[in-house]
């Protein structure tokens, strides 16, 4: 099992940045799959971007693709998403999940089977 706590979260203008973290506990980080999701009020969660076991292969939404970044740092248990050129569409709670799935992107939620408590994102205009 893996345990998965957020932070970064908070308020930003429009056209600012956030980096979000999301620390894993455990040894065996790196034999997750790591995705970010969102959910914004009223709304269904979301696939932001999803990064594989060892870094090397990402893929984002159409939506945040040339704005937000995922990375991992195994050493440190922890998977990064910088978000850039931030919208108010982009205001959600944001989660991190992590995935045993050997699909090679991993896009759905019911994919991943341990999820952290989320963290809220709010970009005001």
């Known amino acids: 099992q893996v345990q998965l706590v957020e932070s970064g979260g908070g308020l930003v203008q429009a056209g600012g940045s956030l980096r979000l973290s999301c620390a894993a506990s455990?040894?065996?980080?790196?034999?997750?799959?790591m995705g970010w999701f969102r959910q914004a009020p009223g709304k269904e969660r979301e696939f932001v971007a999803t990064?594989?076991?060892?870094?090397?292969?990402?893929y984002y939404a159409d939506s945040v693709k040339g704005r937000f970044t995922i990375s991992r740092d195994n050493a440190k248990n922890t998977v990064y998403l910088q978000m850039n050129s931030l919208k108010p569409e982009d205001t959600a709670v944001y989660y991190c999940?992590?995935?045993?799935?050997?699909?090679?992107?991993?896009?759905?939620?019911?994919?991943?089977?341990?999820w952290g408590q989320g963290t809220q994102v709010t970009v005001s205009s």
């Open positions: 990064i594989s076991r060892g870094g090397g292969s990402t």
């Open positions: 999940a992590a995935s045993l799935s050997r699909t090679a992107v991993i896009i759905n939620h019911w994919e991943y089977a341990y």
């Open positions: 455990g040894r065996t980080f790196s034999s997750y799959a």
